[in-house]
């Protein structure tokens, strides 16, 4: 489904228009520039006629009261998915037990199936996709409840496969729909799949495991980067997002924890140290990869772990050494001081972009 | 027809419960591995509720006082020289009112709330309230594990994880982390014969500190197949 790329390109054409009609009036206003009434006339002419080609073409916003009503639209179809995938279990909960096993094996298997159908049949009706992202996340609920009853059912063997086959659906309908939600259901899915290595009812946190999700969630960062995205350009940036909350998660986790697989030899001290070092630099870099590749986002993941991994640093040096209202005014003095340093990096990718 | 996404997750979902179907085909068809008659100490009942209508048995083991020895470890694949080592998956043999149950219930317990009970009071509470179920013994192979313990209907295989503790240099010993289902699903009809029942296999005080077992009001026959994943095959009031 590439209609959402010309959607976008046509929302980004509509906006430059916009922004350009803006600065046009600006400097008439200022005397820099005159226009006849012929010109302008022509200037709003072409305008019109152009939004009204791309409106007729595509779902764009093309005043400000549409962009935020898109807004609200967007939050209540995620609400709106959230709730009936809860739904969706619960019913799932409340009926199915009263079934014989086949029949409730055929019923959970045949359920994603029926809302992958009723997805295309939104999809091929609606331009906005808002109906068609709500059902391809309620068939994703759907196969996690299938797998998950089944394996009750019939006590199975539990297996993190699972959660490689929801990754797999929901990586399958984000690219068929260019869906972003699914999209980051699916990379948290994989994410899920290399941090966890059984499913059984209970599950302790052992070494080895935060650094397989640093590991995989640097690789999902960096995906974008052999797997272009040319025809859905939202997707890189939830490849970076999803990858580096996963990655600099699992750094905290080491950080205040203290057990590693790499460092399994030392004192659990020392490697929580060594990981908070570690973790500082390498949001650093994050923050230098941002500005340099000019993703805003990674620049606002690597800015946000930056300052958590300095406030966790600063209460192991300070906490138990100084008393509690200077170590909140240090706290305070080094976030104004960061915002200082953010401010002028923010200048540096404004100019660069 | 050129293949896309939807196909794709159709595929996957087909694919995953044709996956389960076969699995469910090849634990149960070729009659069971083993099959033991429990009672309500060992299969703790979750009712049908108004929001939940599946019911469930929830496994009720004595897996807490097993250690393995350095030798056992090693034949579980552990590294015993290593400083840490993931806890393992395995297969536990779980014996039902054996040799390690009877040693274990012939001992009277020293809880608070038994403070002034005599002695065969208290073993009567342990062994009329208590699961008979223990671990017994743990193997990679689940072949090896049954030529060991023979008795189909009094041993029973399944999956569980087994940790290793190292307490000092010279002190290394296994612990089993858990089963790795601890619930059996209690199919229709038969999860209808739980609603309203009173539970069993329990002890009141009645008047005058006299006391009382309530008896467990089920017998449940579980089998396992061949890939060791339980079911309830029946169910019947005592």
Same mark, same amino acid.
């Given at each position: 489904?590439?209609?959402?790329?010309?959607?976008?390109?046509?929302?980004?054409?509509?906006?430059?228009?916009?922004?350009?009609?803006?600065?046009?009036?600006?400097?008439?206003?200022?005397?820099?520039?005159?226009?006849?009434?012929?010109?302008?006339?022509?200037?709003?002419?072409?305008?019109?006629?152009?939004?009204?080609?791309?409106?007729?073409?595509?779902?764009?916003?093309?005043?400000?009261?549409?962009?935020?009503?898109?807004?609200?639209?967007?939050?209540?179809?995620?609400?709106?998915?959230?709730?009936?995938?809860?739904?969706?279990?619960?019913?799932?909960?409340?009926?199915?037990?009263?079934?014989?096993?086949?029949?409730?094996?055929?019923?959970?298997?045949?359920?994603?199936?029926?809302?992958?159908?009723?997805?295309?049949?939104?999809?091929?009706?609606?331009?906005?996709?808002?109906?068609?992202?709500?059902?391809?996340?309620?068939?994703?609920?759907?196969?996690?409840?299938?797998?998950?009853?089944?394996?009750?059912?019939?006590?199975?063997?539990?297996?993190?496969?699972?959660?490689?086959?929801?990754?797999?659906?929901?990586?399958?309908?984000?690219?068929?729909?260019?869906?972003?939600?699914?999209?980051?259901?699916?990379?948290?899915?994989?994410?899920?799949?290399?941090?966890?290595?059984?499913?059984?009812?209970?599950?302790?946190?052992?070494?080895?495991?935060?650094?397989?999700?640093?590991?995989?969630?640097?690789?999902?960062?960096?995906?974008?980067?052999?797997?272009?995205?040319?025809?859905?350009?939202?997707?890189?940036?939830?490849?970076?997002?999803?990858?580096?909350?996963?990655?600099?998660?699992?750094?905290?986790?080491?950080?205040?924890?203290?057990?590693?697989?790499?460092?399994?030899?030392?004192?659990?001290?020392?490697?929580?140290?060594?990981?908070?070092?570690?973790?500082?630099?390498?949001?650093?870099?994050?923050?230098?990869?941002?500005?340099?590749?000019?993703?805003?986002?990674?620049?606002?993941?690597?800015?946000?772990?930056?300052?958590?991994?300095?406030?966790?640093?600063?209460?192991?040096?300070?906490?138990?050494?100084?008393?509690?209202?200077?170590?909140?005014?240090?706290?305070?003095?080094?976030?104004?001081?960061?915002?200082?340093?953010?401010?002028?990096?923010?200048?540096?990718?404004?100019?660069?972009? | 027809?050129?293949?896309?996404?939807?196909?794709?997750?159709?595929?996957?979902?087909?694919?995953?419960?044709?996956?389960?179907?076969?699995?469910?085909?090849?634990?149960?068809?070729?009659?069971?591995?083993?099959?033991?008659?429990?009672?309500?100490?060992?299969?703790?009942?979750?009712?049908?509720?108004?929001?939940?209508?599946?019911?469930?048995?929830?496994?009720?083991?004595?897996?807490?006082?097993?250690?393995?020895?350095?030798?056992?470890?090693?034949?579980?694949?552990?590294? =015993?020289? $290593? #400083? &840490?080592?993931?806890? %393992?998956? /395995?297969?536990?043999?779980?014996?039902?009112?054996?040799? @390690?149950? +009877?040693?274990?219930?012939?001992?009277?317990?020293?809880?608070?709330?038994?403070?002034?009970?005599?002695?065969?009071?208290?073993?009567?509470?342990?062994?009329?309230?208590?699961?008979?179920?223990?671990?017994?013994?743990?193997?990679?192979?689940?072949?090896? =594990?049954? $030529? #060991? &313990?023979?008795?189909? %209907?009094? /041993?029973?295989?399944?999956?569980?994880?087994?940790?290793? @503790?190292? +307490?000092?240099?010279?002190?290394?010993?296994?612990?089993?982390?858990?089963?790795?289902?601890?619930?059996?699903?209690?199919?229709?009809?038969?999860?209808?014969?739980?609603?309203?029942?009173?539970?069993?296999?329990?002890?009141?005080?009645?008047?005058?500190?006299?006391?009382?077992?309530?008896?467990?009001?089920?017998? /449940?026959?579980?089998?396992?197949?061949?890939?060791?994943?339980?079911?309830?095959?029946?169910?019947?009031?005592?």
């Amino acid at each position: 489904m590439g209609g959402d790329v010309s959607r976008i390109q046509a929302q980004a054409r509509v906006d430059r228009l916009r922004v350009f009609l803006d600065q046009l009036a600006e400097l008439e206003r200022d005397g820099i520039l005159q226009l006849t009434e012929e010109q302008r006339a022509k200037v709003a002419e072409h305008h019109q006629a152009t939004v009204a080609r791309l409106a007729a073409q595509f779902d764009i916003d093309t005043t400000d009261s549409e962009r935020q009503l898109s807004w609200g639209m967007r939050i209540a179809s995620t609400l709106g998915a959230v709730a009936l995938c809860i739904a969706v279990a619960l019913f799932a909960a409340r009926f199915l037990g009263h079934l014989r096993p086949p029949m409730q094996l055929a019923i959970l298997g045949a359920t994603p199936l029926l809302l992958l159908a009723c997805a295309e049949y939104a999809a091929r009706r609606e331009r906005s996709l808002y109906f068609t992202g709500l059902l391809a996340m309620i068939a994703f609920a759907a196969f996690v409840v299938d797998l998950e009853l089944a394996g009750r059912i019939f006590s199975l063997a539990p297996t993190t496969n699972a959660l490689l086959a929801w990754g797999a659906f929901a990586l399958a309908l984000a690219y068929h729909y260019s869906l972003r939600l699914p999209l980051a259901t699916g990379l948290v899915c994989l994410l899920g799949w290399t941090l966890i290595r059984h499913l059984y009812p209970w599950w302790f946190w052992e070494e080895g495991d935060a650094e397989r999700v640093i590991v995989a969630g640097a690789g999902i960062a960096l995906a974008p980067l052999l797997l272009p995205h040319g025809n859905r350009p939202e997707f890189p940036a939830v490849f970076r997002l999803v990858g580096w909350a996963g990655m600099f998660l699992a750094f905290a986790v080491i950080a205040l924890d203290g057990r590693s697989a790499l460092l399994s030899t030392w004192d659990r001290s020392d490697t929580r140290l060594v990981y908070q070092y570690a973790a500082l630099l390498v949001a650093a870099a994050v923050i230098w990869l941002g500005i340099a590749r000019r993703w805003s986002e990674t620049v606002d993941a690597g800015s946000v772990a930056f300052v958590l991994f300095l406030l966790i640093r600063l209460g192991n040096w300070l906490w138990d050494d100084i008393p509690k209202y200077l170590f909140f005014f240090l706290v305070g003095a080094i976030g104004i001081a960061l915002l200082l340093v953010f401010r002028r990096l923010r200048t540096r990718l404004a100019v660069a972009q | 027809m050129k293949p896309n996404g939807l196909h794709i997750a159709a595929a996957v979902v087909v694919v995953s419960n044709v996956y389960v179907a076969a699995n469910v085909a090849r634990n149960r068809g070729a009659g069971p591995e083993s099959e033991l008659t429990l009672t309500e100490c060992e299969l703790h009942m979750n009712p049908p509720d108004s929001d939940n209508s599946f019911a469930s048995a929830r496994i009720v083991a004595e897996i807490s006082g097993k250690r393995f020895d350095e030798a056992q470890l090693r034949d579980l694949g552990f590294d =015993l020289s $290593a #400083r &840490h080592e993931r806890a %393992r998956e /395995v297969f536990l043999a779980l014996e039902y009112a054996g040799k @390690t149950w +009877e040693e274990w219930a012939s001992i009277a317990p020293d809880a608070y709330y038994m403070t002034g009970m005599p002695e065969e009071q208290r073993i009567a509470i342990r062994r009329g309230t208590n699961t008979k179920l223990f671990a017994i013994d743990a193997a990679l192979d689940p072949a090896v =594990l049954r $030529a #060991r &313990h023979p008795n189909r %209907r009094q /041993v029973m295989i399944l999956r569980g994880r087994v940790r290793m @503790t190292k +307490e000092s240099a010279s002190k290394t010993y296994g612990t089993i982390d858990g089963l790795a289902r601890l619930e059996i699903d209690v199919p229709s009809p038969l999860s209808k014969r739980l609603i309203g029942a009173q539970p069993g296999c329990r002890y009141e005080v009645g008047a005058g500190n006299s006391m009382r077992i309530v008896e467990p009001r089920f017998r /449940v026959t579980v089998r396992t197949g061949s890939r060791y994943e339980p079911w309830i095959e029946s169910l019947e009031y005592k």
